[in-house]
């Protein structure tokens, strides 16, 4: 899959997904000049982007991220091996480079969320202005955490940052 030039604005999914549920991606896939822009996952994860039992590399390059949201995990990006959800690399990356992250928010990592075993390359990549924020149920009841502002990686992530900048997240 090759995605060039294309804007994904204003979409919404009931679950997971709100620009893009990518699954199954055995020849791995690119996005590049792509801006993923004001999508929504409304009860789920990855308010731009799901990527679900990808075998290649998945790469970003020049794309920008902006004012997407997830009631759940990963406000523009959510890879995961749970319930076959997420991203399964062998041998290969998810990649983001010259990438732009700003005002995505979600209840656990607000531009970024990574579990289970994902290679992760964060490269000249800017993530400002990103939120995680607690989601309560009835009166003070903590249904989601808020954790990770920009970055939000459990259960063995191999993550490289590089030439990036996080700025003003919460």
Same mark, same amino acid.
């Given at each position: 899959?090759?995605? $060039?030039? #294309?804007?994904?604005? @204003? %979409?919404?999914?009931?679950?997971?997904?709100?620009?893009?549920?990518?699954?199954? /991606? %055995? $020849?791995?896939? #690119?996005?590049? /000049? $792509?801006?993923?822009? &004001?999508?929504?996952?409304?009860?789920?994860?990855?308010?731009?982007?799901?990527?679900? &039992?990808?075998?290649?590399?998945?790469?970003?390059?020049?794309?920008?991220? $902006? &004012?997407?949201?997830?009631?759940?995990?990963?406000?523009?990006?959510?890879?995961?091996?749970?319930?076959?959800? @997420? +991203?399964?690399?062998?041998?290969?990356?998810?990649? =983001?480079?010259?990438?732009? =992250?700003?005002?995505?928010?979600? !209840?656990?990592?607000?531009? +970024?969320?990574?579990?289970?075993?994902? #290679?992760?390359?964060?490269?000249? #990549?800017?993530?400002?202005?990103?939120?995680?924020? !607690?989601?309560?149920?009835?009166?003070?009841?903590?249904?989601?955490?808020?954790?990770? @502002?920009? +970055?939000?990686?459990?259960?063995a992530n191999i993550l490289s940052v590089i030439d990036s900048t996080l700025h003003f997240n919460y």
């Amino acid at each position: 899959l090759i995605v $060039t030039s #294309t804007v994904c604005d @204003g %979409n919404s999914a009931t679950s997971d997904g709100g620009g893009v549920y990518l699954h199954d /991606a %055995n $020849t791995g896939a #690119t996005f590049q /000049a $792509t801006h993923f822009q &004001s999508n929504s996952a409304v009860t789920g994860s990855g308010g731009a982007v799901v990527l679900s &039992s990808a075998h290649s590399g998945v790469v970003f390059v020049d794309c920008y991220f $902006t &004012s997407n949201t997830a009631s759940e995990v990963g406000g523009s990006c959510y890879a995961d091996l749970q319930n076959g959800r @997420g +991203l399964l690399l062998t041998g290969n990356e998810l990649v =983001f480079d010259h990438c732009a =992250f700003e005002g995505n928010s979600a !209840s656990f990592g607000g531009a +970024l969320a990574m579990q289970q075993e994902n #290679t992760v390359l964060i490269r000249s #990549t800017q993530l400002r202005d990103n939120s995680a924020k !607690s989601q309560y149920e009835g009166v003070g009841r903590v249904v989601a955490s808020g954790d990770g @502002g920009a +970055l939000a990686l459990t259960n063995a992530n191999i993550l490289s940052v590089i030439d990036s900048t996080l700025h003003f997240n919460y």
